[in-house]
């Protein structure tokens, strides 16, 4: 009887592990990728009509066409999000076709990190904004949306889709850092006292993987807006 | 336990072994969509974030 009782502790235990390593984070990163495509759909069913002031491509032409020109304007800049507020998705063409992971305010695991996804520094620049927008996701466990911070390529496009459209940044390096390092997180990364001279976005995770010892970081620079009007931009096509 | 288990289970053999893979797949569910879901906000020992 007791034996019978331990074998099983044993057994739910060990199914534990391979939940929290493996099992937990195909469900979860599933059902995040499903949930912010349907945002993502709704938000492109709700959009505004195309207007005058929204370029030749706006319609008909296929975003992937290369002859098409590439549509941008002056970024829209939202507001700072509440803590847990849902306010873009961000989709990642290296991190494979069907990644859209939600972005919401804050970056506490209990309102943010670990119940949507990736979280959004407050106080640091929006999309699109003049300065270093900050954000940060579990790089194991509840759907590992940065696990593959790791393997960006120079170039590789990072895109945030809001109601009002696409912005696009593209990567630029890694560095690891002390978890007390916040100066990654400066308008201009990694210099005190120097002003916003540019539009950059900064990720951070942790480092190594299942570890708080230190932590990885992966700056972008901002490329371009692309209003709702304009249909998607090119840099969310597939890489390889 | 399991014994027990089995004796109060109705039917020939091959219904009790249809109800306990029914009462597997049930625990498994609940398990892997709620239970390890929050024990994992416990015990996570991780932290992605600078401060």
Same mark, same amino acid.
């Given at each position: ?31 995040n990728?499903?949930v ?12 505004p ?7 030749p ?20 800049v939202m507001a700072q ?6 306010f873009?998705?961000?989709h ?11 972005m919401?305010?804050?970056v ?24 270093n ?8 466990t509840?759907?590992?949306p ?8 120079v ?5 945030m ?6 912005y696009?940044?593209r ?15 400066l ?13 950059y976005?900064?990720?951070t995770?942790?480092s190594?993987?299942y ?30 | 336990?399991? !014994? #027990?288990?089995?004796?109060i =289970?109705?039917?020939p053999?091959w219904?009790? $072994? ?6 597997? !797949? #049930?625990?498994l569910y609940a =398990? ?5 879901p929050? $024990? ?6 991780q ?5």
């Amino acid at each position: 009887m007791l034996g019978e009782l331990l074998i099983t502790l044993g057994v739910v235990a060990l199914l534990f592990v391979a939940w929290q390593l493996w099992i937990g984070d195909w469900i979860i990163g599933a059902e995040n990728d499903a949930v912010g495509k349907s945002l993502s759909q709704q938000w492109a069913t709700t959009a505004p009509t195309p207007t005058a002031s929204a370029s030749p491509s706006a319609s008909g032409a296929a975003p992937a066409d290369p002859t098409t020109p590439v549509v941008t304007a002056d970024p829209v800049v939202m507001a700072q999000p509440g803590n847990g507020q849902v306010f873009a998705v961000m989709h990642i063409p290296r991190f494979g076709p069907n990644y859209a992971v939600r972005m919401a305010g804050g970056v506490t695991r209990p309102k943010t990190l670990d119940p949507i996804g990736i979280g959004h520094y407050p106080g640091t620049a929006m999309p699109g904004d003049t300065g270093n927008m900050a954000v940060a996701a579990h790089r194991t466990t509840f759907g590992k949306p940065f696990n593959l911070i790791g393997t960006l390529h120079v170039g590789d496009a990072i895109v945030m889709e809001t109601p009002q459209g696409w912005y696009t940044y593209r990567f630029r390096t890694l560095e690891y850092v002390k978890p007390d390092a916040v100066e990654v997180l400066l308008p201009v990364p990694q210099q005190v006292g120097v002003a916003a001279d540019g539009k950059y976005l900064t990720m951070t995770s942790c480092s190594p993987m299942y570890s708080k010892a230190e932590r990885i970081v992966a700056y972008s620079s901002f490329e371009s807006f692309t209003p709702r009007a304009a249909g998607a931009p090119a840099s969310l096509d597939p890489v390889s | 336990m399991y !014994a #027990a288990l089995w004796r109060i =289970l109705p039917g020939p053999w091959w219904v009790r $072994v249809v109800i306990l893979l029914a009462l597997a !797949a #049930a625990v498994l569910y609940a =398990l892997f969509w709620f239970v390890f879901p929050w $024990v994992s906000t416990i015990v996570d020992p991780q932290d992605v974030t600078v401060s």
